[in-house]
């Protein structure tokens, strides 16, 4: 099991606050060169953040920069639909596959099956809840079919993936030296009994 002292968690919880901020979308503060974090800053609340609480804090960081885009940045309001409702169960499943994985994680080979099934199956939900909502229910589409939305999910869903891929591996290679660096410099280890 991931268990992160609270400072630790704070930390982590700013800097997803402050790449959420950076990467939203075409908003205000936006680095047009980086790919959309959201998915893998719930996904990465869920591992690395215990109270069920941050989940609200990012849902409620993710409606205050969509609004403020949407009001002041001069963003389209084109996803911005009754549909919108649906990424509330889209980045819940990311942030309960990342907290399933929490509850497996060992720092060891293995770990990669739960963590690669819980990236899995996170990002599956989180795509059906999010593309399906949007494109069944935004009343952007006059005509919805089950094959038009399987061929929107082939042409759209890989550029999801792959974004999420890009910080995930870079939070693997982060989490992976911080761990290295405190067994170095912490070297005693705890025994039963």
Known sequence: MLTLST???????LMLALLMIITRGHHFA???SLPGASWVIFFLAGVYLRPVGSLFIF?????WLDF?????????????TPA??????AYSSLWLAGRWYANQHQMEWRTLIPFSLSIVAGLTF???FSSGGFYFFSGR???TT???FGQRLIAYFPLYIESFLFYIGIVVAIHTACTLIHHQFNPHKTTAG
Do not use: D, K, M
Request: aromatic share 18%; net charge negative.
């Open 59 to 63: 849902f409620a960081l993710s409606w």
């Open 68 to 80: 403020a885009a949407y009001t002041w940045g001069g963003t389209s309001g084109f996803c911005l």
């Open 84 to 89: 919108y409702i649906f990424l509330l169960p």
């Open 126 to 128: 989180c795509e059906l």
């Open 141 to 143: 589409f006059e005509e």
């Open 146 to 148: 089950l094959i038009e």
């Open 30 to 32: 936006s680095l047009h």
């Open 7 to 13: 400072r630790n968690q704070v930390t982590i919880g």
